[in-house]
């Protein structure tokens, strides 16, 4: 009865399109290589480079409520195709060798692009289950949205070995994202509906009052609180780790010609084994007992990080274990958000999810200002020390707020 019902979802005319628009979204041969690319190629300083990234945030940051404002009031759809343009726009910059000032630029249309999909695009997903009355398989639908997602990536990396293999520009693998993303806006406006909201009340008119309705959300909602909060932990080592593993892999030689494969392939093909072994668990997976799991893998990859240290010439086992510190994060982390949506209500879905972007999005941008120093200072013992206080500092809350997600 269940894989019948599975099959409805992933064929459903209202499901289906969102899969081919997150396909074409994710499509990134450029990962793997993309401080490579910034230093080479557009010969940008790592400093200047999470200059950049801090921009992106803030930019997103700034934006985050406002866009889940016109989502809320003028559709989830039309804030999600907008994303889709004015991230394309943004991106475009990097194809050319241009002054600082306008990769600048291009990080602020990209962080609007982010802020624009960052709440709509659950808020539009969700409310379309909602909708069809089978809101109960929406946690099965990002676990197949997420499997769709890593075929993009395989794909995407297997693509970029070819490109590289053959001597073709990098430049090359960076034009095709924009091409990818004019289908996904195509496959937006013509195949995907926007879904009747019924609101329970007026929406609130000004900017004050919906921060204020997010940050009452999370307020009033203990269990949603903490979720946030470890997803905010986690999320931080995370993005930490993947803006440093290209020079971690540098500093202990690993030859850049296997970037791509690691980061890209590698990752996606395991994170997509984790993905059919959740899909079979998923109904008996608790929150608890996701958080464990994400503390295990960090302590995991924080032991490696310390071996290496007096065994520096058995880089294999860095490459295993950010594969599986990558693949199994990213997948959990997924996970762990669709446990969110029951403790927040559709009238305002968009706005709160937007709410919790924007904290999200300030603290990366607040750290980007001093990761980039803290890595130039030293680079090994930045990485490890960071691992340990931020997982030393997830354990204890999770510790003491564990009998909430029972």
């Given amino acids: ?116 999909g960052s709440g709509s695009e659950e808020a539009l997903q969700y409310d379309t289950f909602k909708e069809l009355k089978i809101e109960k398989y929406y946690q099965k639908f990002v676990s197949l949205q997420r499997s769709v997602i890593l075929i993009s990536f395989i794909l995407s990396g297997l693509f970029a070995t070819f490109v590289l293999d053959k001597g073709l520009s990098m430049r090359f693998l960076w034009i095709t994202t924009p091409i990818s993303f004019l289908f996904s806006t195509l496959v937006l406006i013509f195949f995907i509906k926007e879904p009747k909201v019924k609101l329970e009340k007026e929406l609130v008119p000004n900017y004050k009052e919906y921060l204020k309705s997010a940050l009452e959300t999370l307020r009033e909602s203990k269990v949603l609180k903490t979720m946030v909060i470890i997803s905010f932990s986690f999320g931080t080592l995370r993005y930490l780790l993947n803006w440093s593993i290209q020079p971690l892999f540098a500093y202990f030689k690993i030859p850049v010609k296997y970037y791509t494969a690691i980061i890209l392939t590698s990752v996606s093909l395991i994170s997509l084994a984790v993905h059919q072994v959740l899909l079979k668990k998923k109904e008996n997976l608790k929150y608890l007992a996701l958080v464990k799991i994400l503390l295990a893998v960090n302590l995991f990859f924080i032991l490696i990080l310390l071996l290496l240290k007096f065994f520096a010439n058995i880089q294999l086992l860095l490459i295993l274990g950010f594969i599986l510190y990558r693949s199994l994060t990213q997948e959990l982390m997924q996970i762990a958000r669709s446990f969110w949506q029951p403790f927040i209500e559709s009238f305002n879905r968009a706005t709160v999810l937007s709410g919790i972007s924007f904290l999200n999005t300030l603290i990366f941008a607040l750290v980007n200002i001093f990761w980039g120093a803290l890595l130039d200072l030293n680079l090994y013992w930045s990485v490890v020390l960071t691992s340990i206080v931020l997982t030393s500092f997830t354990a204890l809350f999770a510790y003491k707020f564990r009998r909430s997600w029972k």
Avoid at 39 to 51: A, C, D, G, H, V
Avoid at 58 to 72: K, M, N, Q, R, V
């Fill in 1 to 116: 009865m269940f894989r019948f019902k599975l099959k409805q979802i992933l064929f459903h005319s209202r499901i289906f399109p969102f899969f081919i628009s997150q396909f074409l979204n994710s499509w990134a041969p450029w990962i793997g290589i993309m401080v490579i690319y910034f230093n080479r190629y557009l010969e940008l300083s790592f400093t200047q480079i999470m200059l950049l990234q801090s921009i992106f945030m803030f930019s997103s940051a700034i934006f985050e409520i406002p866009t889940g404002i016109l989502g809320d009031k003028f559709g989830r759809k039309l804030s999600v195709i907008a994303s889709n343009v004015t991230y394309t726009l943004g991106f475009s910059f990097y194809l050319f060798k241009l002054p600082f000032v306008f990769y600048a630029l291009g990080e602020i249309l990209m962080g609007i692009g982010r802020a624009f």
